[in-house]
């Protein structure tokens, strides 16, 4: 049974970071993209980022390019996105997922984890 956990949300003010972890389990890390999405109070599921399995591709979302870096530790089993000079549009709650292409559309990506609320106050 494939689990993802997510970790590192939390509260933080405009212009800070944080660090995001999503420990997987339960199928080959390595050979699976893993993504982070997010979806605010009223708001669809947005992509954020992805990254492919040999850490060879990342894409990032408009809005957070030049703020946000994705990475993994395949020996971990885990996924990171740090996350830097946030905004007060950043709030949501950030999700990661699992699937087989490192693509933009969130159906495509079979396993989520729970979420992390991540806040930025102004």
């Known amino acids: 049974q494939v689990q993802l956990v997510e970790s590192g949300g939390g509260l933080v003010q405009a212009g800070g970071s944080l660090r995001l972890s999503c420990a997987a389990s339960g199928r080959t890390f390595n050979t699976y993209a893993m993504g982070w999405f997010r979806q605010a109070p009223g708001k669809e599921r947005e992509f954020v980022s992805v990254i492919s399995g040999n850490s060879g591709s990342r894409y990032y979302a408009d809005s957070v390019k030049g703020r946000f870096t994705i990475s993994r530790d395949n020996a971990k089993n885990t996924v990171y996105l740090q996350m830097n000079s946030l905004k007060s549009e950043d709030t949501a709650v950030y999700y990661c997922?699992?699937?087989?292409?490192?693509?933009?559309?969130?159906?495509?990506?079979?396993?989520w984890g729970q979420g992390t609320q991540v806040t930025v106050s102004s």
């Open positions: 997922a699992t699937g087989k292409l490192p693509v933009v559309s969130g159906k495509l990506y079979d396993y």
